[in-house]
């Protein structure tokens, strides 16, 4: 099997089709029994969605903003994500907070671009505090906004299915930037983001 990365922007089916059936062969499974034998395709298929963020770039997605000249907190908040904990490459899954304040031109984003910005970073192989600072990182990078705010609240499998087996545990992340680290403007988007 071929050792080489796989070029930028590239899904290599094959490869992932046939590391599955190493897999297979791995655990003592038989992936030539006919229950299994479709999988390895299956597989290559259903992880060419769920990491397609690797070859997304948040700055496609971030596309339509409009010139409002409106100053005050934008919050999208449960927006749901699944992403891929990267040490078991089992699922977590919940929710996204996402808000901002917008800059002095008052530029401000599509509401679902928000969504998108998220899947572009939990389509990857994650954990949970690298994607909550780079959909905040991406916000400011991209909208140039004078606060940003992102909380995500996450149950990771990893901890449910096996080792720790702890379901209903929920990590809770959070990045702020700019206007929203201070200490009231934070506590007023805590506040939206908490009354449910
Ligand atoms: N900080 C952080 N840790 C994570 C995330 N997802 C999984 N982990 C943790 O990654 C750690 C990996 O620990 P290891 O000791 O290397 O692996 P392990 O033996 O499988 O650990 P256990 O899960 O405790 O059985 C575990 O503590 C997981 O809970 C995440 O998003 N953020
Ligand atoms: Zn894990």
């Not at 003592?28 to 070859?55: H, I, Q, S």
């Not at 997605?61 to 005050?72: I, K, M, P, R, S």
């Not at 008052?106 to 949970?128: E, M, N, W």
Request: aromatic share 4%; hydrophobic share 40%.
């Amino acid at each position: 099997m071929s050792r080489e990365p796989v070029p930028p922007g590239q899904f290599d089916h094959a490869r992932v089709e046939a590391a599955v059936r190493e897999l297979l062969v791995a655990i003592g499974e038989d992936p030539k029994r006919d229950g299994l034998l479709d999988t390895p395709a299956r597989v290559a298929r259903a992880y060419e969605e769920m990491f397609n963020g690797l070859r997304q770039d948040p700055a496609d997605v971030l596309t339509t903003t409009f010139e409002l000249g409106h100053e005050e907190m934008v919050l999208v908040k449960d927006i749901e994500l699944a992403s891929m904990c990267e040490h078991h490459l089992v699922p977590f899954y919940g929710f996204a907070h996402v808000g901002y304040i917008p800059g002095p031109s008052g530029r401000i984003a599509g509401l679902s671009k928000l969504a998108r910005l998220v899947d572009v970073f939990a389509k990857r192989p994650q954990v949970q505090e690298r994607l909550t600072s780079q959909v905040a990182n991406s916000l400011v990078d991209l909208l140039k906004p004078a606060g940003v705010i992102v909380v995500v609240e996450a149950e990771h499998l990893c901890m449910t299915m096996r080792g720790v087996r702890k379901p209903g545990a929920k990590t809770v992340t959070s990045a702020v930037r700019g206007q929203l680290r201070d200490a009231t403007t934070r506590a007023e988007a805590m506040s939206l983001i908490i009354g449910r």
